[in-house]
């Protein structure tokens, strides 16, 4: 079992930048399939950015070249989303995602973006 806390959301204005931050409750390099969704109000929750397998990463079209993933190997139970150049569309609820076996979420934390 893995449990995820989000933290580092809020209101930013547009072009501003956050970190996100997700504490696992194991390594996050113990854990096969570990990133990032999220869900505006009205859509359906979408991918953001993953580690797959440990080790290659995928980013939604949307976010290439102004998000970046990574594991911190200091505390390596910690996921990090920095979000930079930020839009009014990627106002959403952020969540941490993690698979080992079974698919575990976080509770999420808001980031909103204003124009």
């Known amino acids: 079992q893995v449990q995820l806390v989000e933290s580092g959301g809020g209101l930013v204005q547009a072009g501003g930048s956050l970190r996100l931050s997700c504490k696992a409750s194991?390594?996050?390099?113990?854990?096969?399939?570990i990133g990032w969704y999220r869900q505006a109000p009205g859509k359906q929750r979408e991918l953001v950015a993953l580690?797959?397998?440990?080790?290659?990463?995928?980013y939604a079209d949307s976010v290439k070249g102004r998000f970046t993933i990574w594991r911190d190997t200091n505390d390596r139970n910690t996921l990090y989303l920095q979000m930079n150049s930020l839009k009014p569309e990627d106002t959403a609820v952020y969540y941490c995602?993690?698979?080992?076996?079974?698919?575990?979420w976080g509770q999420g934390t808001q980031v909103t973006v204003s124009s």
């Open positions: 995602y993690a698979r080992v076996l079974n698919t575990y």
């Open positions: 194991r390594s996050t390099f113990s854990i096969n399939t």
């Open positions: 580690i797959v397998s440990a080790r290659s990463t995928n």
